[in-house]
Structure formats: structure tokens, C-alpha cells
């Protein structure tokens, strides 16, 4: 068991405010968004012999990235993992290392060298963030070998083989959800009390169902997408236990608290646990999520979840409903998120609590003349909202920390949509008039994507 030193209240509010990760800065390191460094190549001179050369993992890269080496040559990699996470490195033409650990390291024979080889890391998402080698042979007229799969031995060349096909799966509108479907609960109940509020937060792997007759292996806090909805007051101390009961290694971010990120966010690997600490500073909708790289892959495989922190004084509302806003990149049955449609910003899906279209298939029931309170916090990892309810105006918006709009404003305003980027969170308050039903959407939607939507009804 791996713990974090224990930090009491007085530490945690007076510490310094490092801050979260942000999500969107680590979505354009991990998925594209900007120029990776370029390859660093490697010449070996011929000679009698095995070759050696001396690899390191660490930082989502392989170093050196391309090794030229005279075809003919025998060439053999030390390879060293010198990352705080697991890695691997396996070639299409077979070899591969085993997962390493932190520090560890291995022996890669590669035999005689005639053709170019193409290598990458196995852990699901490493390839796509730029874990990938070349061998380039050199003086050779051999056919060129690269791509192919790694031989599927293990659960992250399994992940790997749905995952970097980039053959999606389509969604059918008109089918229905199968017999053992449960929708998400959106109602939010009231903070528990207290000042101090202790949860246990596990990940696990777990296929399930996330759209009519479609299942897919996700990665999910304790046992749902999204996870748990934390709840509680400005001041308040939040202590969480995450355990890593899934197969590849994970970590944990809270946007709501604001501590150095080294040690609480570090990537467990499966069996490891920590406790993370942080005090609620701020108000507001606030976005978790798994903390490894590439982080963009965690959460389009499920790994989000919501921290409501009261404003001071907040009124009561007659209902409370939590959606959190995220995108399904459809693989092969029962596999992980396509890798291919995530580098290249092609959801299939735009979904309000891990599944498409279950308010609509689950529509949430309301009282006409009731005040409704909608939280929203947008996990993406990619895709902005602009929330709104058909039929319905919002008399009170508040967004990252703020009002925008009140009732009582001396501009007589209403509000049509809240918009958010990834990462951020608010909520919005309206009165449904009369009896019927009220889809609420993202106006959001880029052509050729299925957006969210639910439904709403209104009851005398």
C-alpha cells in the first residue's frame, strides 16, 4: 500500500496554490494538439558481433526513437523503463520486453536486422501519444515492415489490438436498451453533513453497456461512468482512498482542490492505494478525472466524475440533477476507446452520463412550477457544450466560481445556453410552466456527430 503524507487542514488551506493539472493542457501534449519533439536518431557502425544500444522509456517517448543500423547486423536493446509508470516496448515483427515498472529494464534481442522494424509501447494510449521506435536498416534492399500488431499475449496488447484499428462501431437511434440497462442516476442528493467527508474510490475494468446493444470495456470509478458525485461546503476537507483494482496503471486529479500534484497524482499501478487530501477552496461544479498519460484516453475510457462545492448561501432548489457531459469513441465489441478516432477528434457520440441518449430513453420527471437546479461539469475530452432546454429558460446561471445571471436582474435577463469548455462546470436554474416534455441538448454539435440530448417532463 502506497500512502501520501498525511497533510492536516491548517497545511492543506495554507500550502501553496500550485493548482490541478489542467485537462486541456495535457490533452494537446497527449493527443496531438501540438508538435511532438522529433525523432532522435540513432547511428550503430557495423561491426563483429551483436550491437547494443541502450534504450530509455520515459515521458511518453522512446529514446532513441530511430536506430540505423547496417543490414545484416545483429542488433540487441537494453531497454530501460525510467518513468514513474508502466511500460513495455514490442515490435510487429514479434520480440518484445515484458511490462516494466519504474527503474526496471530488459533484454531485447532483435536477431539479425535486414528489414525496418517498427516498435512501440503497449500500454493502451502510449503509441498514439508518440511511444513508437523505428529500426532502420540500412544498405539493404529488404522490404520495409512497418506497422503490423504485437502478438496478443497480455491485456495491454489486447487493448492495444481493439483500440489502434480504428474501425468504429455505429450507433443504431432506433434500437432500444437491453433488458439489464439501469440509466445513471442524475438527481443529486444533499452534502452528508459534516465538515470532513471520507469516500473509497476504486477502479476497475468493466464492460459494460454504454449505448443500445453496444458494450465496451471501460475503465471506471467504482464501478460506474461517470464515478461517484462528491458533494460538500466551501472549507470542507475531502479524504479519499484510491485503489487501483484495474489491469494498467491509473492516477486521480481533483480540479477541486489545489495542492502540488507529484506525489497525490502520481500513476498507481494495479493493487497500489493513496490517500489524497485536499481542502475545497472554491465553489463550483468541479471535474475529476484520471491523472495518467495520455490523460485523453482515460477519460474517453470513463474515468471522470463530479465535485459539487456549494456557494455560501446557496437557496434550496426543489430538484438537483448532476450531468456531466463526455464523448464515446466507439471500438471493436467489448474493446477501449479507438485510439485512431481520438487523435483525430471523431467521437461517434456525444453523451450526458456515460451513455447515448439514456435521458431520452429514461426521461427525468419534474414538477411544473418546481425550481430545478441542473449542475453540469464537461469532462469532453474534447468536445465544448452549450447546454440548453428546449422550451425552458434559465433565470440563474453560474459558471467556474460565478454568476452570470440572477433572478431579480435589473435587465430583466433570462439565459438560453451555458457553455463550457472541457474542464469547466456550473449550473443553471429554471421553472418548466406547463405540463410536457422538455428536451434539453448540446447545441454544441459539430456535423456529422450524434450530440447529447435527454429529456425532461414536466408533471401538475
Known amino acids: 500500500m502506497t500512502r501520501s503524507s498525511d497533510v492536516d487542514r491548517a497545511g492543506l488551506l495554507g500550502g501553496l496554490a500550485l493548482g490541478a493539472v489542467m485537462l486541456v493542457v ?3 501534449v497527449a493527443f496531438g494538439g501540438g508538435a511532438p519533439p522529433g525523432p532522435q536518431t540513432l547511428a550503430v557502425r557495423a561491426g563483429d558481433g551483436p550491437r547494443v544500444v541502450e ?5 511518453m517517448r522512446i529514446t532513441p526513437s530511430v536506430v540505423e543500423v547496417p543490414s545484416g547486423t545483429h542488433l540487441v536493446l537494453e531497454v530501460t523503463n525510467e518513468d514513474g509508470m508502466q511500460h513495455d516496448l514490442a515490435f510487429a515483427s514479434g520480440p518484445r520486453t515484458p511490462m516494466l515498472g519504474g527503474g526496471a529494464s530488459a533484454t531485447l534481442d532483435l536477431g539479425v536486422v535486414t528489414t525496418d522494424l517498427d516498435g512501440w509501447c503497449t500500454v493502451p494510449g502510449h503509441r498514439a501519444a508518440g511511444m513508437t521506435m523505428r ?4 544498405g539493404g534492399d529488404g522490404p520495409d515492415v512497418a506497422g503490423g500488431e504485437v502478438p496478443d499475449d497480455g491485456a495491454a496488447g489486447a487493448h492495444h489490438g481493439a483500440a489502434a484499428s480504428g474501425g468504429g462501431l455505429a450507433l443504431d437511434p432506433h434500437a432500444e436498451p437491453g433488458p439489464d440497462w439501469r440509466p445513471y442516476d442524475p438527481h443529486l442528493r444533499p452534502a452528508p453533513g459534516g465538515t470532513e467527508h471520507r469516500v473509497r474510490i476504486a477502479v476497475t475494468d468493466e464492460v459494460v453497456e454504454v449505448a443500445p446493444g453496444i458494450r465496451q470495456t471501460m475503465w471506471a470509478f467504482n464501478g460506474t461512468v461517470p464515478g461517484p458525485t462528491l458533494r460538500g461546503a466551501v472549507g470542507d476537507l475531502f479524504t479519499v482512498t484510491f485503489v487501483n483494482e484495474a489491469s494498467t496503471g491509473h492516477g486521480i486529479d481533483f480540479h477541486a482542490g489545489s495542492l502540488a500534484p507529484d506525489e497525490p497524482m502520481r500513476t498507481l499501478d494495479p493493487g497500489e492505494e493513496l490517500t489524497y487530501q485536499f481542502v475545497a477552496r472554491g465553489s463550483g461544479a468541479w471535474l475529476y478525472h484520471c491523472s495518467t498519460m495520455p490523460m485523453a484516453l482515460h477519460v474517453a475510457n470513463g474515468m471522470f466524475g463530479a465535485v459539487i462545492v456549494d456557494p455560501p448561501n446557496l437557496p434550496p432548489a426543489d430538484t438537483e440533477l448532476v450531468l456531466v457531459q463526455s464523448e464515446l ?9 479507438d485510439e485512431a478516432a481520438l487523435v483525430a477528434e471523431r467521437p461517434t457520440a456525444v453523451v450526458f ?11 427525468i420527471e419534474v414538477r411544473v412550477g418546481e ?3 441542473i449542475w453540469l461539469v464537461d469532462a469532453g475530452p474534447q468536445r465544448s457544450t452549450s447546454f440548453h432546454v428546449v422550451g425552458g429558460q434559465f433565470d440563474t446561471v453560474f459558471k467556474e466560481g460565478a454568476y452570470l445571471l440572477r433572478p431579480g436582474n435589473p435587465e430583466q435577463g433570462l439565459a438560453q445556453a451555458l457553455d463550457l469548455a472541457p474542464g469547466q462546470g456550473g449550473f443553471v436554474e429554471l421553472v ?3 405540463p410536457g416534455r422538455y428536451p434539453f441538448v448540446d447545441h454544441a454539435m459539430v456535423d456529422g456527430e450524434r450530440g447529447a440530448r435527454g429529456l425532461l417532463v414536466a408533471v401538475p
Open 135 to 138: 529500426v532502420v536498416a540500412t
Open 371 to 373: 425550481r430545478v437546479r
Open 26 to 28: 495535457a490533452l494537446v
Open 353 to 363: 452520463n456515460g451513455y447515448a441518449d439514456q435521458y431520452v430513453h429514461a426521461p
Open 55 to 59: 534504450v530509455t522509456l520515459v515521458g
Open 432 to 434: 418548466l410552466p406547463e
Open 329 to 337: 469513441y466507439l471500438a471493436a465489441p467489448d474493446g477501449t476507446a
